[in-house]
């Protein structure tokens, strides 16, 4: 496991209100993060992929969840999506090359190059901008998926939040038809093949690490 302090880690948060809800962020600031970067009044996923970070890896997470930091921090590599989600959400996604981010995930910076592919060949389109998780992570296939328990806030069951929309479930299948389609068997097939070639070499020396 790669050798990091969290103060080497750079957070970044976004929320549409004008203030960063406080009950979260103090909850980020508790963990001692090298640099807390704060998207105020953003609409639009996609922002949080535009930041200029300090340090080469980072975190991100949604303004309306609790989620469990330094458990998800104590299973990052340095090289892999390393994210938490529910026992529930970890099996809804389960055959999904998509995983969440926006219950905690630390990730290198790096690997958001992905995005920038997607928008050469598609522009900014409605995906782009709203379901920029599910590009990036997908195109990052696999990752670390980490099953965790959860505290939401009240905000969370908004009707205006992204996951409470109709929409939103079904919108899941179709982004992946489109990026199997378009970048598996073109731009990403290599990649993604040498993603899962070390992730399974990730797992196999993490289990000699626990068998000895």
């Known amino acids: 496991m790669k050798s990091l302090s ?13 203030e960063y809800p406080k009950q979260v962020l103090k909850h980020v600031e508790s963990f001692g993060f090298g640099e807390i970067l704060i998207q105020k009044e953003s609409h639009g996923i996609y922002r949080r992929y535009i930041e200029s970070p300090k340090f080469k890896d980072v975190y991100v997470q949604d303004d309306d969840c609790i989620p469990r930091i330094d458990q998800i921090f104590s299973q990052y590599d340095g090289e892999f999506i390393t994210c ?45 901008l709203i379901e920029t998780d599910r590009i990036f992570t997908f195109l990052n296939f696999p990752q670390n998926r980490i099953g965790l328990p959860l505290i939401q806030l009240v905000s969370s069951f908004s009707c205006d939040r992204l996951s409470m929309r109709k929409e939103h479930y079904k919108n899941l299948w179709e982004i992946e038809k489109k990026l199997n389609k378009f970048f598996y068997f073109s731009i990403s097939r290599r990649p993604i093949f040498f993603n899962v070639l070390r992730y399974g070499l990730f797992i196999f020396s993490r289990s000699l690490k626990n068998t000895f």
């Open 6 to 18: 969290i103060n080497q880690v750079s957070a970044i948060l976004i929320t549409k209100e004008k």
């Open 84 to 128: 938490g989600m529910t026992n529930h959400h970890i099996e809804a996604y389960r055959n999904s090359k998509i995983c969440l981010v926006g219950h905690g995930a630390f990730f290198p910076w790096k690997r958001i190059d992905v995005i920038e592919k997607y928008k050469n060949n598609f522009g900014m389109d409605n995906d782009y």
